[in-house]
């Protein structure tokens, strides 16, 4: 089972330009919502799950969680990021606390009531109109194109899968290997911008040396001992 953590003071970025903590996130109609603080990683991937938000204050928890795949790259703010959240709807999130990441059946009871705060939290309206644009249960369950017209939505693009045949005994191309049933969402966002996606790829890179300190997980002290001391491991960046 994944162990997630915080990235906590470990430094991973040459220049602060890489560096997205520390950056400004904003909500609906551009509200200030808080400066990303920390990120919360899968130690086994270096896979960002979620970004920890310091409100500033505002919020009473004055912490509050956002999942890295609902973050955008802020079209008005260079350098910083925005997502579909109000200061209203975070209230109505679970408190956060750093403490229950470090219990597994703890963070597994926060995560399951704060992702069902994201499913069952207000309807959304296009602005200036009466219009629903988040589609109830009972639609979600009908035809897809036709919620997506009805609400004024954009028509997914279909975009073609091209499997091409290996000879024997040679890699595939493919995502997923040959006699694989199934397929694997993975849970990280990428493209939300330069910013965003240069600091992931620099904790994916330097992910061991980053939880070299978990005590929990065996990516941490126990993977690195012997040949691949931490020390190593930094010479090798």
């Known amino acids: 089972m994944p162990h997630y953590g915080l990235l906590g003071t470990q430094q991973l970025t040459q220049t602060p330009a890489e560096e997205i903590r520390g950056a400004t996130l904003y909500g609906l109609h551009d509200e200030k919502l808080g ?39 802020s079209a008005e703010h260079k350098d910083d990021f925005s997502s579909d959240l109000t200061r209203q709807r975070i209230e109505d999130f679970p408190a956060y606390r750093e403490g229950d990441l470090k219990d597994e059946k703890s963070w597994a009871d926060y995560e399951g009531r704060y992702r069902a705060k994201w499913e069952t939290g207000p309807v959304m309206h296009r602005a200036g109109t009466d219009r629903n644009i988040t589609p109830t249960t009972q639609q979600q369950e009908g035809n897809q194109s036709s919620i997506r017209a009805e609400h004024g939505l954009p028509r997914p693009v279909p975009v073609p899968c091209r499997i091409r045949e290996e000879p024997e005994g040679e ?52 993977s690195v001992k012997g040949s691949e001391s931490v020390e190593d491991f930094k010479k090798a960046i």
């Open 171 to 222: 890699s595939t191309g493919r995502i997923v290997p040959a006699g694989t049933d199934s397929v694997v969402i993975s849970n990280s966002a990428s493209g939300i911008g330069g910013r965003w996606d240069t600091f992931q790829a620099r904790l994916r890179e330097r992910r061991k040396e980053a939880v070299a300190g978990c005590t929990t997980c065996t990516v941490g002290p126990e």
């Open 35 to 73: 400066k990303i603080d920390d990120v919360i990683f899968d130690h086994s991937s270096g896979d960002i799950s979620y970004v920890v938000v310091d409100t500033g204050g505002w919020l009473s928890s004055k912490k509050f969680l956002v999942p890295a795949n609902r973050l955008h790259s």
